[in-house]
């Protein structure tokens, strides 16, 4: 099992970026996929998930700027980010389960800067 | 929302000796949905317990963990090295599902 990240960078306040989750040894459509961010320095901060059955959730800070979605068909899954904040900078990890994360991407570094 | 609570923030130790560190639930938390992770620089967290108590595959059984309602300890018998770390609790199967994180206890070498 492997999930590899892509994506992120920096963007301006208000803009959008969307981060991808390459999953390998599974299949994204059985799953429950999950994003996790960590502010610089601080701690872990549950952002979203999927369920296989479709089914979406987001952390209030989130809901209605950020999207979880999944493409089964290229076994990947993706975080698209809107109307980024300067707050919303952080390190971006994925994980598969909807608790008890054994398997995390290496994280991708978003930074919202003007 | 539930909100944990770790201490001490962070705990200095030197290699052999015992490490005890907390979890505070805001309410009660079902100790089947309560995870420890371990987190080094750079990396992703590693899963280290899960249902308060069980170590997830591979971890050594220095590790344990305990706990219930709102109280829920993790302690290392005798540390290595490699164990300085930070590491989190998390508590899920509430709103929203993936839950909460606690803000993290940074064990470091003494």
């Known amino acids: 099992v492997q999930l590899e990240q892509s994506g992120g960078g920096l963007v301006q306040p208000g803009g959008s970026l969307r981060l991808s989750c390459a999953a390998s040894g599974f299949a994204v459509s059985e799953n429950f996929l999950t994003w996790v961010r960590q502010a610089p320095g601080k701690g872990l901060e549950w952002v979203s998930v999927?369920?296989?059955?479709?089914?979406?959730y987001y952390a209030d800070s989130m809901e209605g700027r950020f999207t979880i979605s999944r493409d089964n068909s290229k076994n990947t899954f993706y975080l698209q980010m809107n109307s980024l904040r300067v707050e919303d900078t952080a390190v971006y990890f994925c994980a598969r389960g909807l608790s008890n994360y054994i398997y995390w991407g290496q994280g991708t570094l978003v930074t919202v800067s003007s | 929302e539930i909100v944990l609570t770790q201490s001490p923030g962070t705990l200095s130790l030197s290699p052999g000796e015992r490490a005890t560190l907390s979890c505070r639930a805001s309410q009660s938390v079902n100790s089947v949905y309560l995870a420890w992770y371990q987190q080094k620089p750079d990396q992703p967290p590693r899963l280290l317990i899960y249902g308060a108590s069980s170590r997830a595959t591979g971890i050594p059984d220095r590790f344990s963990a305990s706990g219930s309602g709102t109280d829920f300890t993790l302690t290392i018998s005798r540390l290595e090295p490699e164990d300085f770390a930070v590491y989190y609790c998390q508590q899920y199967g509430g709103s929203p599902p993936g839950g909460t994180f606690g803000q993290g206890t940074k064990l470091e070498i003494k």
């Open positions: 999927i369920y296989p059955d479709g089914k979406t």
